[in-house]
């Protein structure tokens, strides 16, 4: 049974930091590029982040990047999103989803298979 599980959510500072995590299970992650997507009250699904199978390339929406960075530890079964200088306006569920295949990229309707999303709210 395939499962991308999200964790790591929660509440922070405006300026603050998490680390998001998604442990997967019931498939080989070596070969599925993973995504972060995030879906605020009201708005659409949108791409934050994806890396490739391999680890070597990376992707990151304008509104991230500098700021957030993801990683993956295959041994693990586990891709990270670690996120820095949060603002409010990341605030957010995040999900983490899986694409069979090398490379990646931030449309949603690219991936596979879904986790359930872990929530970030960026308030003071």
């Known amino acids: 049974q395939v499962q991308l599980v999200e964790s790591g959510g929660g509440l922070v500072q405006p300026g603050g930091s998490l680390r998001l995590s998604c442990a997967t299970s019931g498939f080989t992650l070596d070969y599925y590029a993973i995504g972060w997507f995030r879906q605020a009250p009201g708005k659409e699904r949108e791409g934050v982040s994806c890396?490739?199978?391999?680890?070597?390339?990376?992707v990151y929406a304008n509104s991230v990047k500098g700021r957030f960075t993801i990683s993956r530890d295959n041994a693990k079964n586990t891709v990270y999103l670690q996120m820095n200088s949060l603002k409010p306006e990341d605030t957010a569920v995040y999900y983490c989803a899986a694409e069979w295949g090398f490379m990646c990229g931030l449309g949603f309707w690219e991936y596979d298979y879904w986790g359930q999303g872990t929530q970030v709210t960026v308030s003071s």
């Open positions: 890396i490739s199978s391999s680890g070597g390339s990376t």
